[in-house]
């Protein structure tokens, strides 16, 4: 079994968290498959989740997204626990509904509770945002897979979340379609938006993220600001996978 | 073989005639069956839908039975409603029996199991694929129901048509809460089994082939305006 090194994001992390995983286990088939996770997360920037296949990063996704409860351990977030419209998560394949792509934004809307006389200007914000104003009457689940992780991600935005979860957002996307995803995660960033990210992507990692924790079969190996981390990986498994050897 | 043949050709002489006797008979059959199908649906598309989302205990008896019910013989949900809506019954006060209301009453009966335990099925599978999104967004239950019901709507067409096919086809129920009193309660299949009885062949004949044009033609119809919704990708 691999140590567990001590996490270190740096001095600008040394602020109160904002999440706060406490010693978090989720057991599958009386099987942990996070294993004493625990991990302070800071108020601002890109936190991204990397490892191989099955090391639980997306269900640490949904742990924090409260879309699943723990088995053991405390998920904390410092101002309690957040609204539905506060956290905000994004799928690897985008689940839209059968509408038009407006009817998806305002159905996230009419669900926020938005007024109804403020949603017309918010949906034009929304549709503006994400460059979609051509494809708001088209329905949402034939426009190409880039176009469709691009509604899926301004609905998520469409409530000015504190946290943005992101699941491989652009697993399956061209660079192109990657570039303006990556765009929508920069802005939201740049307005406050605390940003998790789960990716394979070494690149979108060192593009976007701040901090990388690297998890191998439920547990954190380690955590540490994005350059030094892909630098000088500290566990013989980090360097393994960043290598591109396959990990057993 | 030839009274077959003279049967069948007055059969057509009463449709292209527009026969007043058999306008009416179409009509209380066409406005019993909708009624009956609306109703089931009112009932049996959110019932379907909370079965399908919620969580409660009894839940899979309470599937095992919506599905059992869709077998129910037509002949005892008519006795039962008889006895029901009978001069001794417990609502018999409201004199309904032998009326069009008993015989939609009847039908709605029959109806609802079937378009329940089909809605169940349909919005259990979109629920699959929805969950995580809804709840992520934090939608009430009754917000998940209504969102699963509108975007499944094309599908659930598939639910209310084979209620549509119960309805038109069934007899024995309507034969007993309805009495098939002439120009009362006498629908396409009731009129169809008195004149086959008394050997009048050609207007339970000519009866019989706009039944079956009928729920031809409503198949086609809804399955029509499906894939239309298909094509539009909505579904």
Known sequence: MPEVLAIDFGDEKASPPAILLDDVVLERGGKAVIDRLSLPLGPKGVTAFMGPNGAGKSLT?????????????????????????????????????????????????????????????????????????????????????????????????A?????????????????????????????????????????????????????????????????APAARFFQAPKTAEAKAYLAGDLLL | MQDFGAAFAEAFALIAGLDAELMAIIGLSLRVTFSAVLIACAIGLP??????????????????????????????????????????????????????????????????????????????????????????????????????????????LTAALAGLGRALAEVGAVMIVGGNINHVTRVMTTAIALETSKGELALALGLGIILVCLSILINAGLMGLRRTAERMAYA
């Open chain 1, 61 to 157: 996704l949904r742990l924090i997204a409260g879309l699943i409860a723990p088995t053991a351990g405390r998920i904390r977030f410092a101002e309690g626990v957040p609204l539905p419209q506060q956290i905000a998560l994004v799928f690897q394949k985008p689940v839209l509904l059968r509408r038009s792509v407006r009817a998806n934004l305002d159905h996230a809307l009419k669900t926020f509770g938005t007024p109804r006389r403020e949603r017309p200007a918010r949906l034009a914000d929304l549709l503006a945002l994400g460059q979609l104003e051509p494809l708001a009457e088209r329905p949402a689940r034939v426009l190409s897979g880039g176009e469709q992780q691009r509604v899926a991600m301004v609905r998520a935005l």
């Open chain 2, 47 to 156: 019932l379907g839908a909370l079965l399908a989302v919620g969580r409660f205990p009894g839940r899979a008896a309470l599937v095992v039975l919506v599905s059992a019910l869709m077998g129910l013989p037509p002949v005892v949900v008519g006795l039962a409603v008889y006895l029901l809506l009978s001069s001794a019954g417990p609502l018999g006060v409201l004199q309904l029996l032998y009326t069009p209301t008993a015989m939609i009453i009847a039908q709605a009966i029959l109806v609802t199991p079937i378009v329940a335990a089909l809605t169940r099925q349909v919005i259990e599978d979109l629920h699959g694929e929805y969950d995580e999104l809804l709840r992520s967004l934090g939608t009430s239950r009754l917000g998940t129901v209504a969102t699963l019901l509108w975007d499944a709507r094309y599908s659930l």
């Open chain 1, 159 to 223: 409530a000015n979340p504190k946290y943005l979860l992101l699941d491989e957002p652009t697993a399956s996307l061209d660079p192109q379609a990657t570039a303006a995803i990556e765009t929508l995660v920069a802005r939201a960033v740049a307005a406050g938006v605390r940003v998790i990210l789960v990716t394979h992507d070494r690149g979108q990692a060192g593009r976007l993220a701040d901090d990388i924790c690297f998890l191998h079969k439920g547990r954190l190996l380690e955590a």
